[in-house]
């Protein structure tokens, strides 16, 4: 079974910068997509960002020209480079990779304070 492990989330004061990592445990083959999501107390899952295996990126509009995404070329990483945290950026964050299955992180706290 493979695992997704996150890693990065933190409390930091608005303005500020965290990076988030996502690696498997494992190699997983014939990758989508990977992508951050994120959940705020209250709130459903919403897509955060996301890359193809050909690279290509999408964001959700409240973190674009904020957030960045990448992934190493082995496709076992993930990552979620994110500037100018707002308070509203609070949630926990999780990693996913979508193959014929889905894989999800177990997710990690982000914290904005203002």
């Known amino acids: 079974q493979v695992q997704l492990v996150e890693s990065g989330g933190g409390l930091v004061q608005a303005g500020g910068s965290l990076r988030l990592s996502c690696t498997a445990s494992?190699?997983?083959?014939?990758?989508?997509?990977m992508g951050w999501y994120r959940q705020a107390p209250g709130k459903q899952r919403e897509l955060v960002a996301v890359i193809t295996n050909g690279g290509s990126t999408n964001y959700a509009d409240s973190v674009k020209g904020r957030f960045t995404i990448s992934a190493n070329g082995a496709k076992t990483t993930v990552y979620l480079q994110m500037n100018s945290l707002k308070p509203e950026d609070t949630a926990v964050y999780y990693c996913n990779i979508h193959t014929a299955l889905d894989y999800w992180g177990q997710g990690t706290q982000v914290t904005v304070s203002s």
């Open positions: 494992a190699i997983i083959f014939r990758v989508s997509t």
